[in-house]
Every structure is written in structure tokens, then in C-alpha cells.
């Protein structure tokens, strides 16, 4: 492994990964990358940042900013702007297949225009100190996974890129949801490798079905990071074995109980900022997935903490629905 800051990252995801996930995300591992939603690059410039991009070193820890765009002086731009907010690396959009980022031609568009992303690269990187990433796919459409995605690669490379992320799926453009797009092109994890081994001088970390330890443990013998994306989110437990397991550190909480109380100082801190209750619960659907109760807690973050004036009682008797003897079964595969 060449560059242990991108060791395990959990995904960018619009909707998910906002500043009350990623804080909890926090208190289940000290040693993954984090990366934040999708921000447009014409968002962060004209936009409200706080609310945008917004977010709480202390809480949060390390945390990247994911750009999109295909303007290369407004994403040089909006990367200064990330950069002075604290955020440890940039990161550029290209694999996104939904209908906006296909009206605005950018995401996964920006495959057919590896010369435009080269540009992109160049300039953030002229303008921060911190790296600049570029997360793609294999190719879109009918595009050849062998030689487009080469010929983007170098290009990408040539303009400076401090390391790429493959979401190992093809993206079809047309007739394909992005909910569809995640799952049926099927996964491609060799061709990762493949681009890794003809391209041993840039960080490659791969991206794309991920659920276990011991898949990311195997992927780490041959690339520089693993990403994980909704299965952390839908199965947090999860993280609680990245440290230990991919750092030979100790994890930030015996258990998820534990993590729970962790998370609570920061609960309490939101709701006394005006914060919802619910904007923040609403990331744990998934925490207690495999234990005897994890129905009824579900149950109970959809009515004990939707109410406008819910606080930490509630939060707590939704917790307490669930067994702490119950075993995790396969909330932790290992």
C-alpha cells in the first residue's frame, strides 16, 4: 500500500454521506478518508457554503470535498474555496450517471472527455496544496474498458491527479437509472487491478460491491485503497473492524452501543443549534442490522424522533428497544 491515508474510504453518496453522517461514521472508525455529497463546483462558488459545504473538523475528522463540473476555472475555483474550509483533498466527479449531471455534462459524461478533465485536474491542482482525486468508471456506454479507460487514465495522470478512484461498473448513460447503474453493469474488480498494474506510480483505490473486511484485505494486495459505499451506510457496524482490521489500531468504541454514546455529546450540540432531531437519525437506520430489535428501533427513529421538538429521550428509548446480548451476526462480517 502506497498512500495509507486512502487505505478505506466510505463513498461520496448524495442524500447520505452530509456532515451528521459523516459524524457519526467518525465514532465508529479514526482512520477512514471520509468524502462528502456531491457539491457542484458552480454551488460552492455562488452559493451558501455554510450550508453547502459546511462541516465540523472536531466532529468529522479527515473529510474530502467531491466536486462537480466540467469548468476548469470554476472548479480551480471552488477547490480554493474547499481548501480554505479545511477539507484534505478535492475530488472530482466522473462517475455520477444521473439525469442533472447529464444535463449539466458532467459526471460520468466527463469519460468522453478525458481532455476536459486533464484541464480540471491541472488547474485545482495549480490552485490548493491538497490533493486532487478524480473518482471515475470503468467507461460509459459502449465505450471499450481496455483502451478508453487507459487513454483517460494517462491523460488524467499527465495533468497531475494525486490518485483515482474506479467505481469497477461500467455507467450507461441511457435506459439505466443510477439506482440501476449501481447495480446491473456488472462488476469488473480485475480490470482495477489490471489499470493499477500498468499504472504502478499513481495511487488506484477501487470502488464498487464492497461489503466485507476480508474482500477489502484481498483488494489492498494489489491497489492502494478500498471504498466502500452503501454498505457502510446501510450496515455501519461495519466500520467498527476497519481499524482494527486495516490499521493495527484499536477501534474508537467497544461496540455499536458504545459508538452510540459516543455520538451523543455531538446529537446533543445540533439540537441545541436548531437542528432536527430527525436530520440526524435518520443516518442510523442501518446501525443495529442482524441484532433482535433493530425492526423496532427503526420503528422508533420514524415516530419517537420525527416529532419537530424530539431530543435525546427519544433517541434513547428507540435505542433501547434493541438487545445488547443479541449477536451481530452479519452486521461484522469479517
Known amino acids: ?51 453547502l459545504i459546511g462541516w465540523n473538523p472536531a466532529a468529522e475528522g479527515r473529510v474530502a470535498l467531491q466536486l462537480g463540473g466540467n469548468d476548469a476555472g470554476r472548479l480551480a475555483e471552488a477547490a480554493r474555496i474547499g481548501e480554505a474550509f ?6 472530482l466527479n466522473c462517475g455520477c450517471p444521473s439525469d442533472r449531471v447529464q444535463g449539466g455534462a458532467f459526471g460520468a459524461c466527463l469519460m468522453k472527455t478525458p481532455t476536459i478533465v486533464a484541464e480540471a485536474v491541472a488547474a485545482m491542482k495549480a490552485a490548493v496544496a491538497i490533493p486532487v482525486t478524480v473518482k471515475c468508471r470503468l467507461g460509459v456506454d459502449d465505450q471499450d474498458t481496455e483502451e478508453t479507460l487507459d487513454a483517460f487514465v494517462a491523460m488524467v495522470k499527465a495533468a ?4 483515482l478512484i474506479v467505481h469497477a461498473r461500467k455507467a450507461w448513460l441511457q435506459g439505466l437509472s443510477p439506482k440501476e447503474n449501481r447495480e446491473i453493469p456488472p462488476l469488473d474488480h480485475d ?47 461495519i466500520l467498527l473492524d476497519v481499524d482494527p482490521t486495516l490499521f493495527e489500531a484499536s477501534a474508537p468504541a467497544g461496540d455499536v452501543f458504545e459508538a452510540v454514546q459516543s455520538y451523543e455529546p455531538y446529537i446533543a450540540a445540533e439540537l441545541e443549534r436548531g437542528t ?22 427503526r420503528q422508533g427513529l420514524a415516530t419517537l424522533c420525527m416529532a419537530p421538538d424530539a431530543g435525546l429521550e427519544q433517541f434513547r428509548a428507540a435505542v433501547a428497544r434493541v438487545s445488547r446480548e443479541a449477536s451481530p451476526g452479519a452486521a461484522r462480517a469479517a
Open 191 to 237: 480490470r482495477v487491478h489490471r489499470l493499477k498494474a500498468d499504472n504502478t506510480d499513481l495511487s488506484i483505490a477501487v470502488n464498487g460491491g464492497l461489503r466485507r473486511m476480508d474482500e477489502c484485505r484481498a483488494h489492498l494486495e494489489v491497489l492502494d485503497g478500498v471504498m466502500v459505499g452503501r454498505e457502510a451506510y446501510q450496515n455501519p457496524e
Open 1 to 51: 500500500m502506497t498512500d495509507k491515508g486512502r487505505t478505506f474510504s466510505v463513498a461520496p453518496m448524495m442524500d447520505w454521506t452530509d456532515r451528521h453522517c459523516r459524524a457519526f461514521h467518525r465514532v465508529l472508525t479514526r482512520e477512514a478518508l471520509l468524502y462528502s455529497e456531491m457539491v457542484t463546483a458552480n454551488a460552492v462558488v455562488h452559493g451558501d457554503r455554510e450550508r
Open 276 to 297: 432536527r432531531l430527525h436530520a440526524i437519525t435518520r443516518h442510523l437506520t442501518g446501525l443495529f442490522t442482524g441484532r433482535q430489535g433493530a425492526r423496532a428501533f
Open 86 to 91: 479545511g477539507y484534505a483533498e478535492i475530488n
Open 160 to 163: 497531475g491527479a494525486d490518485a
